[in-house]
Nanobody, 124 residues
């Protein structure tokens, strides 16, 4: 069974930092574009940051604050989040995509193998 397991979420004050991690089971991350997505209550799942073999892409709202990285040996994906804001509050998920241009558009519908997510709450 292919699935991600996300961890590292929590409660943090605005301006603080968190590092999210994602472990993959049943697939080799090196073969996919992988990314972090988030979903706030009442909103659709949105792309936060994605990484392919040779590129990264970030949502405008997190550029300069978040950094995505992957370790193909450990088969893990990380998201370093700095200068957190209240609008970053959401459940964060990992996803993988084999579709061309998935990194460019970061559409949740192009990704799969979702885990249970990890809650990030930023207090103002």
């Amino acid at each position: 069974q292919v699935q991600f397991v996300e961890s590292g979420g929590g409660l943090v004050q605005a301006g603080g930092s968190l590092t999210l991690s994602c472990a993959a089971a049943g697939l080799a991350l090196a073969d996919y574009t992988i990314g972090w997505f988030r979903q706030a209550p009442g909103k659709e799942r949105e792309g936060v940051a994605c990484i392919s073999e040779d590129a990264t892409n970030y949502a405008d709202s997190v550029k300069g604050r978040f950094t995505i990285s992957r370790d193909n040996v450990k088969n893990t994906l990380n998201l370093q989040m700095n200068d957190l804001k209240s609008e970053d509050t959401a459940i964060y998920y990992c996803g993988a995509s084999a579709r061309m241009n998935s990194i460019r558009y970061m559409r949740a519908s192009d990704f799969g193998a979702w885990g249970q997510g990890t809650q990030v709450t930023v207090s103002s």
